[in-house]
C-alpha cells in the first residue's frame, strides 16, 4: 500500500473531533509544499491556525515545510520504517517557527525484507 503521512490537530481535538488529513507518498519522495498545505487546510481545525477570530495567526508556513521534511524523510527510509510519530509539534506564532516536543521512529532492522518489526 505504501507510506502514509496522517495530520491532525492535537490532543484530544483528533480524537475527539476525528480531524484529520492523510496522504500517501508518491513512489518516489515526499509530499510537495502544496500538498502540505492541502493538508492543513483540510483539517476543520485550520481556522484556528490561521488566525481565527481575531487570533494571532500560527506559523503555517513552517508546518507546511516540516511536514514537507519528514514526509522526504519517511521516503528515504522506505521499506525499513515501521512507523513514525511527531506529537506533539506546537506551531508556534507566525514567523516563530514549529517545536517538536516529542518523536519515536521505528526502524525494522532486517531492512524490510524479512525482519522482525519490534
Not at 31 to 58: H, I, N, S, V
Not at 82 to 96: D, H
Request: charged share 20%.
Amino acid at each position: 500500500m505504501g507510506t502514509a503521512i496522517l495530520l491532525g490537530a492535537g490532543g484530544v481535538t483528533a480524537e475527539l473531533f476525528k480531524d484529520t488529513a492523510i496522504r500517501l507518498l508518491p513512489a518516489q519522495g515526499g509530499l510537495t509544499l502544496e500538498q502540505a498545505r492541502e493538508m492543513m487546510q483540510q483539517l476543520t481545525t485550520w481556522p484556528l491556525l490561521d488566525g481565527y477570530r481575531g487570533a494571532p495567526r500560527r506559523d503555517t508556513e513552517a508546518l507546511a515545510q516540516a511536514i514537507v521534511h519528514f514526509s522526504a524523510l519517511m521516503a528515504a527510509l522506505g521499506e525499513r520504517l515501521v512507523t513514525s510519530e511527531i506529537n506533539p509539534l506546537f506551531v508556534l506564532p507566525e514567523g516563530e517557527g514549529v517545536v517538536a516536543a516529542d518523536a519515536v521512529l521505528v526502524l525494522d532492522e532486517g531492512g524490510g525484507e524479512g525482519g522482525s518489526h519490534g
